[in-house]
Nanobody, 124 residues
Framework: QVQLVESGGGLVQAGDSLRLSCIASGRTFSSYNMGWFRQAPGKEREFVAVISRNGGYTYYADSVKGRFTISRNNAKNTVALQMNSLKPEDTALYYC?????????????????WGQGTQVTVSS
């Protein structure tokens, strides 16, 4: 069992930056690929970024590539999402997820555990 808690969301203006963090309970954090997803009102949960178990491989949605950076610290059981040059269309509830499968995935249904989410609102 893994419990995930996100933090770092807030209300910012377009062009600003935010850093989201997700801390995991348990001693098997390094066994999971970790992903960030987001969900805007009335829309489905959308893939944002994923990082492999040892942090050696990352993958981003086209909409955030070059602006967002995912990273992890296995010693501290944390995964972060640095978000720069934020746009109003980035407004959403951001979730981190843990995935036990061998191959990293952008498919939300394949993730095993989720946090409660942290709200990011970007004003124009």
């Amino acid at each position: 069992q893994v419990q995930l808690v996100e933090s770092g969301g807030g209300l910012v203006q377009a062009g600003d930056s935010l850093r989201l963090s997700c801390i995991a309970s348990g001693r098997t954090f390094s066994s999971y690929n970790m992903g960030w997803f987001r969900q805007a009102p009335g829309k489905e949960r959308e893939f944002v970024a994923v990082i492999s178990r040892n942090g050696g491989y990352t993958y981003y949605a086209d909409s955030v590539k070059g602006r967002f950076t995912i990273s992890r610290n296995n010693a501290k059981n944390t995964v972060a999402l640095q978000m720069n040059s934020l746009k109003p269309e980035d407004t959403a509830l951001y979730y981190c997820g843990a995935d036990r499968t061998i191959v990293i995935t952008r498919v939300a249904e394949q993730y095993d555990y989720w946090g409660q989410g942290t709200q990011v609102t970007v004003s124009s």
